[in-house]
Each structure stands twice: as structure tokens, then as C-alpha cells.
């Protein structure tokens, strides 16, 4: 063979296997893209409707860990009719957040694969087939008897009921706040947010938690309300407790002297008293049998006895102490970050850098903070109990510092809360931490969650700490599946695909795509070797494309 013909082959063997080449790294493109596992869109659809958050992500991959197996079930009503604005609007609604609820769960069930199915019910149309499904469900006397538009998750043998459309989002309906003025136009409600991820995810976490711990709320020590609808109680910590599926008791513990054995979590919410000797030896022998305990304390300008107990007796048995100066830190000019200041804010401590320990963790993926305010620092006492360990949990910035007590003619806070001048006076102040105490027999140890400041209060904190606090008591009773973040609001990472769409792109990316580099390649060979040659390849070409649409 000779050498120009030798180059005329290996010049066209390299151009057709690189088409072939090209061909083959296409679809395998398109292969892989259409596998869920590799799917990273960009979700610009109206409230991000194929989204969720890496908080359910997780939650389906503790699904398949244990191979527990979910199923919602929807009893949806087309919402048609309506005579007036008002009724037409909230018609509007419920369909909307149905759609956007159907929507959610195709994600669910592609994302978590066989451990979700879901299965759509119409009331209207689907008569056999509710009634079947109801009598499984035993009923759905939650519902009414009538499931109409509700969605049922269950696991197992437990179900939990969600309606459309206050259960998935946010309703702003004026009819319910306001009385009708005569004369005036009709006001009609107003769809503020989808929030079917928070509600569904955490319905299949609920359900996921068998059994209702039990939490002994300690009483008598001057501790603040626990139910009253004021800033400075505890009634939201505590309706928040009970919607987790924890059953909530009160408990005088100078009384009793002693902690039933049926207690999950024995909580002291700021106890303005000294613990008498035999409340501490109770509480140090429910450690060692491997009980939990929850000690809030805080700062206070209470004068006399009850002024920021230290409980001594107890913190010297489990290896720590707590100090009585009020934790402050500096605070940073937004327009200036290095020109720092004192003054009354700062005592309103902001926690940016939250730990990797699973009660804080969940926060720290988010991006959470944690406020706390009128804190005290923690210290570890040198040297510490042998069978004691004592972890910090939550520590402010390395500008902070302790404010003495003044006088009240200096400050009216009681503090001295301007900042000091000696730079050794600035270090992390540790104000929230954990203390373990080995067991007096078995494996399960002891767990003490200490937090010296305000931060679960109705006004002081518990808004913006909620998922902190429920965190912590979920973690002590071990119901690590419900130590999360609540309420995850859609984040953007895809973009909505509907079947024409769908229809299209493969279209484009299948069939398209490919032809058109194969016109390509034969218009490069057509004009390197001839006319003839090109129109010969042009007309076998044609004759595939229309032995294909034809």
C-alpha cells in the first residue's frame, strides 16, 4: 500500500472512530444523568417544589440503615366550585399546596427508593379503593372517620394524620383573626409558605420513636412558671416536648427525696434554691444507674441566697463548677469588623461555632446559632472525678470575659459591662456542656446536659432555640432519629421536569444530538474527499432518518 493511501485510510479510520467515540461518551452522559443518584439540577420552579433539604436526605439513609419501610398514603379532594372571593381563594389554596405536596413526594420516592411508597387516593373516584385502604388504617378516626384531604404516613402498625391544608403550610387567613366589618371588602386568606418537608419528615421521624418518655420537671426551687403564656415561662418548651411524643410530669423533689424509676429526663429549669444533701445524692444515684438530667441555670440580680446558685455539693461530686459573673463578648461594628464594644447587648451571646456533637451537629450542617443570654461560665474541676468526663458544648468566641457585680450607681444591670482593658482578661467561656458519670452497674452511663443561661424561656431564646432544646432531650433519650433541625424551608438545587419536557430533552439529547454529529462528520468527509463521495454518504444518511420518523 502506498503511503498517500496509507494516510487516506488512517485519516478516515480516526475520524470514524472518533464520531463512534463521541457517540458512546454521549450516552453514557445520558445514561448516567438519568440516574437519580446522579441527578444535580437547578430547581427554579415557584417555592422549589422538587427540593428538599439534606436534613431528609438524611433521614432516608437512616431508612434504608434500618430498613424500615414507609408508606403515605393522600385522600385528595379536586377542589372545584366556590361562589364567593373568599371561598374561591381558599379553594385555590388547598389545590395549590395539593399539587405541591404531590410534587414533594415524587422527590421522596425517587430519592428514598423502595423504603417509600406512596400511593394517591381520589375520594370521588376511587370509591373501593378508599373504603379498602380506610378499613386497613383502622378507621382514621384521627380524621374524622371522613379522610378528606389528608395525607397518612405510616410505619408499621403507626400512622400519623397531616390535613391540607394547615398540617403542610402557612394560611394567612384573615376571616380568623378579624371580625367582618360591615360594609368593607371581603379579605381572603393568602398562602404564605409550603411546608410539607418539615411536616412529612417529621411525621416519619415520630413515627420512627416507639414508646412516650417521660420527663420529671423538678418544682419548688423558685423556678419560673411552666404554662403560663408569658415571656419568661416555659410553656412553649413544654407543648414543643409534648408534640415530640415526651409525657411531661412535675415532681417535688425536696418532697420526695427520691426520682422514679419510670423517668426518662429529670429537668431543672432554672432552680432559684440550693439543693438540699438528700436531693443531691438522689440525683447523683439516678446518674449512676444511668439516668438523664437537664440542669438550666442562669445569671440573676436577685439579691440574697437566691442569687445564682452554684449548687456546690453537686458540681464538686461531678467534676465541674459554675462561676457567678455574667458572661459578656465583645461585639463586632458590621460596617467596621475590627472595632469591637461592650455595653448591654453584650450579654446577648451569639454561638456561631457549634460542635460536631450530635445534639449540635444537625445545627451546624444548617448553618444554625445558638442565643443564650445572662450565662455563666463553666470550669472542670482540677482534678476531675475519675469516673466523671466532662464535655463542653457550647462555648462563646475568644472575646469573651466575665463582668463582676457593681454597684447599682455604676450599671443598672448590676454588671460592670464595660469591656476590660487587660487583653488577658478575653477567652472562650464554655456555657453549655455535658457530663458523663460511669455506672454503677450495667454498660449505660449516666448523662448530665448543663446550660447556665437563658436560652429556652418563651420570649428569651426558645424561638430561635427550639430545635437546640428538643435536640437535647431527644439525644438523652436516645431517640437519635429525632435529633435534627425542624422546619427545613426549600433550598434550590433542581429544577422541575415535567413528561413533555422530559419528552423533549430526551428528543434532543437522544436522537438530535447524535445526528446532527454525524451531519457534521460526513459534511468534514464530503468536502476532504469529494462531492460524489459526500452525496453518497448524505443520501444513506436521509434514508436512516427516514426509515426512522416514518
Known amino acids: 500500500m502506498r ?20 457517540v458512546a461518551v454521549w450516552m453514557l452522559a445520558v445514561e448516567l444523568g438519568s440516574r437519580p443518584r446522579f441527578k444535580a439540577l437547578i ?29 403515605i398514603d393522600t385522600f385528595f379532594v379536586a377542589p372545584v366550585g366556590g361562589t364567593t372571593p373568599y371561598e374561591v381563594h381558599a379553594l385555590a389554596i388547598i389545590g395549590r399546596v395539593q399539587e405541591l405536596t404531590i410534587d414533594m413526594l415524587a422527590r421522596y420516592r425517587e430519592l428514598a427508593g423502595e423504603r ?20 386497613a388504617l383502622g378507621g382514621l378516626r384521627e380524621a374524622g372517620g371522613v379522610p378528606e384531604n389528608v395525607l397518612v404516613v405510616s410505619v408499621g402498625s403507626r400512622r400519623r394524620v397531616l390535613r391540607v391544608p394547615f398540617d403542610l403550610a402557612t394560611v394567612d387567613d384573615p376571616a380568623r383573626t378579624q371580625r367582618p366589618t360591615p360594609g368593607a371588602k371581603q379579605q381572603v386568606p393568602r398562602l404564605v409558605s409550603f411546608e410539607g418537608e418539615a ?27 411552666l404554662t403560663a403564656p408569658i415571656g419568661d415561662s416555659y410553656s412553649e418548651l413544654m407543648n414543643a416536648l409534648q408534640d415530640e411524643g415526651f409525657q411531661i410530669a412535675r415532681l417535688e423533689l425536696e418532697r420526695e427525696r427520691t426520682i422514679p424509676d419510670d423517668a426518662a429526663v429529670l429537668a431543672l429549669l432554672e432552680p432559684r434554691g440550693r439543693l438540699s444533701e438528700a436531693v443531691t445524692d438522689a440525683i447523683v444515684a439516678f446518674l449512676r444507674r444511668g439516668g438523664r438530667v437537664v440542669l438550666n441555670t442562669a445569671w440573676t440580680q436577685v439579691e440574697g441566697e437566691r442569687w445564682n446558685p452554684t449548687f456546690p455539693e453537686l458540681a464538686q461530686r461531678l467534676g465541674f463548677a459554675i462561676g457567678t459573673d455574667l458572661v459578656c463578648h465583645l461585639i463586632p461594628d458590621p460596617a467596621n469588623p475590627n472595632v469591637t464594644s461592650g455595653g448591654p447587648g453584650a450579654q446577648k451571646l451569639t454561638i456561631e461555632q457549634l460542635s460536631a456533637h450530635p445534639i449540635t451537629e444537625p445545627l451546624r450542617r444548617m448553618q444554625r446559632v445558638a442565643r443564650i443570654q445572662n450565662a455563666r461560665a463553666i470550669a472542670v474541676v482540677d482534678p476531675p472525678p475519675a469516673d466523671v468526663r466532662v464535655e463542653p458544648l457550647l462555648r462563646t468566641g475568644p472575646l469573651g470575659w466575665l463582668a463582676p457585680r457593681a454597684s447599682e450607681q455604676r450599671s443598672p444591670y448590676g454588671v460592670d459591662l464595660d469591656p476590660p482593658p487587660n487583653r488577658e482578661a478575653y477567652a472562650p467561656r464554655t456555657v453549655a456542656a455535658i457530663v458523663e458519670v460511669d455506672p454503677a452497674s450495667g454498660e449505660r452511663p449516666g448523662q448530665l446536659v448543663l446550660i447556665t443561661g437563658l436560652m429556652l424561656q418563651n420570649g428569651l431564646g426558645f424561638p430561635v432555640n427550639a430545635d437546640f432544646g428538643l435536640n437535647v432531650f431527644n439525644w438523652l433519650t436516645r431517640r437519635d432519629e429525632r435529633v435534627t433541625v425542624r422546619g427545613n424551608r426549600y433550598v434550590s438545587t433542581q429544577v422541575e421536569v415535567t413528561p413533555p419536557v422530559y419528552d423533549r430533552a430526551k428528543s434532543l439529547l437522544v436522537q438530535w444530538i447524535p445526528l446532527a454529529l454525524l451531519c457534521i462528520a460526513l459534511l468534514v468527509m464530503s468536502l476532504r474527499h469529494g462531492l460524489r463521495f ?17
Open 3 to 22: 503511503a498517500g493511501a496509507l494516510r487516506r485510510f488512517l485519516g478516515r479510520s480516526n475520524l470514524v472512530v472518533a464520531a463512534i467515540l463521541a
Open 43 to 71: 430547581d427554579v420552579t415557584p417555592q422549589a417544589r422538587f427540593t428538599v433539604g439534606p436534613d431528609t436526605l438524611a433521614l432516608f439513609d437512616e431508612l434504608a440503615t434500618r430498613g424500615s419501610d414507609v408508606r
Open 116 to 135: 417509600i411508597a406512596v400511593v394517591h387516593y381520589d375520594i370521588n373516584r376511587d370509591v373501593a379503593r378508599v373504603r379498602e385502604r380506610i378499613a
Open 199 to 225: 411536616a412529612i419528615s417529621g411525621a416519619i421521624r415520630s413515627l420512627l420513636s416507639e414508646g412516650t418518655p417521660k420527663v420529671y420537671v423538678a418544682t419548688g426551687y423558685g423556678e419560673t412558671s
Open 534 to 550: 459526500g452525496l453518497g454518504l448524505v443520501a444513506i444518511a436521509a434514508v436512516a432518518v427516514l426509515r426512522r420518523f416514518l
